[in-house]
């Protein structure tokens, strides 16, 4: 009689432990197919972020600041990697911050030091016909010269054509059309070099990665 209510304990217990050990794999595998859900969306829409950010780099609306030691030195809204445009920017919305008032209507806002933006430049830099030496073009986007100045240094255009600071402006677009790519932006972005804003998914999930 002992044996048997020995033997009827057991198969009882594991009755139980295959009752509770199927309710847990039920619960793992609807765990895991929660977190594959929750992963594919995050992927998906990281995926569409990225394809945008390159589609607005490549023919978007996207305002450059130049800046360095808390100044803003250029300010250049650049249209389907086709346009110029010299901007006057309130130096007070970069130093707080306030990056909605400087992207206006544009879709992407990218700010870099002047050193940075000179790591990204070759020895030389072609505008139109003239060729500048990179020292030269770093000067001239930290110049506060004179247009006549400006003028004498890159021998570009004509007093009728540019003022000094849309000079500069033609000078950085010119730039970014033969020198600079998006991937060149991002690394810097990825180092902490570069601010981009907004800063969508793409964004915070390239800073992660290694």
Partial sequence: MAEFLVLGGLMIGVILAVFVAKKLIKLLIGGVLVLLLVFGVF??????????LVETFESGEITYLLVESGEVHLAVSVSNMSEVDYLEVDE???????????????DLLVIMDIDDYGSLLGEEVSVDDVVLRKGEVLSLMRSGAPLGEIEELSGLVDEESFNGDELKGYVFFSSLEGEISESDLLNLYKEGEVIVYPEGVALKVLKLLP
């Fill in 92 to 106: 007070s919305y970069f130093l707080m911050d306030e990056y909605d008032s400087i992207i206006g209507d544009d």
């Fill in 43 to 52: 992927a998906y829409f990281a995926y569409q972020d990225g394809r945008e």
